[in-house]
Structure formats: C-alpha cells, structure tokens
C-alpha cells in the first residue's frame, strides 16, 4: 500500500463519512489498485480453477461495503482496508460453503505444516475450519485475530500489517507468532 496515496485516502473517506457527493466514487477509484492487489494476492492462495476472479472480488467486497453504508462509518484508511478485507474474507467463505455444504463433515483435516500453507491447499474443509478457528481465536485475543486476517487474508506483510493496526512491527510479529501456534494447535487437534 503506498505511502504517498494515504492523506488522499484519508481525506476522502472523510469527505464519504461527511456525505460529500461523489466522495465515494473517487475514493474507489483511488483504492481500486490497493484493493486489486489485496484481492489478487488472496486469489493465488485458491485453488486452480476457481470461479472467483480478482477483480470479482474487488467489486463484490466494494458493493458489500458500499450497499451496507459502511462507507460512511470509516474512520481512519487502516479501518477502511480492514473492512475490505474481511469483505473479502466473507465472500470467499460464503463461495466456500456455497460450493462445498454437502461435502463438510466428520472428514479429517488433513494439516499442512504451515497455517499458510493451509491457504495455498484451496480444501473447501480446511478453509472452512481455519475460519472457524479464526473466529474462535477473535473471541480468546481480538488482536491476534485482526493479525492473521489482514496477513491472511488480505496478504499483508507484517510491517504492512502493523501500519494499518497502528501496532508496532514487534507487536504484531509476536501476535503473528502467537496466532500461528494457536491456529496449528486448534486444527490439529492438538491439546
């Protein structure tokens, strides 16, 4: 995400939460590479085939976004790109379940040795049950949750990560850590 677009973006999710017209219009076009990007990044990590396109995506997070009146409810530019890529994460579960309901069950999980890797494997059960223990990993520290979303979902680094959570690299390189471990743990079955 660069630097020098940042007051742009600020300032126009500003002029959005103030209702000024055509606001919203512009601050797409100012982020819609970022988002592309974010959207692209995540799309490699599914499987060949998939019926989901990048740029599908991007519109589909945007009109989620948009079509909900989030758009005016933004405070800062980390808040909006968070909220883009939990959009995403959402449509990609939601095509996930849609795709493969009946196939969820009793199965094992087969688990990579890499949560990441996890996300390259394109299992419609494994991205299933990594959600779930996302959520439930949320619940027990919301800010490790928030770590692994934006570097999984939307593919940030962890000093990109930190930026947009205005965390330090440390910080969130310990929370990554931490969530890593808990996640493996969690779908290992592990105790």
Known sequence: MTGSRTPDVTRLIREVSERRPGAADELFERVYAELRAMAASRMQQEKVGHTLQATALVHEAWLRLAGDGQLESFETRGHFYTAAA????????????ARGSDKRGGKAIRLPLDVLDLAQSGDLDQTLALDDAISRLEELDPEAGKVVRLRFYAGLEVDETARVLGLSPRTTARDWAFARAWLFQQLSGAT
């Open 86 to 97: 939990e959009a995403m994460r959402r449509i990609l579960i939601d095509h996930a379940r």
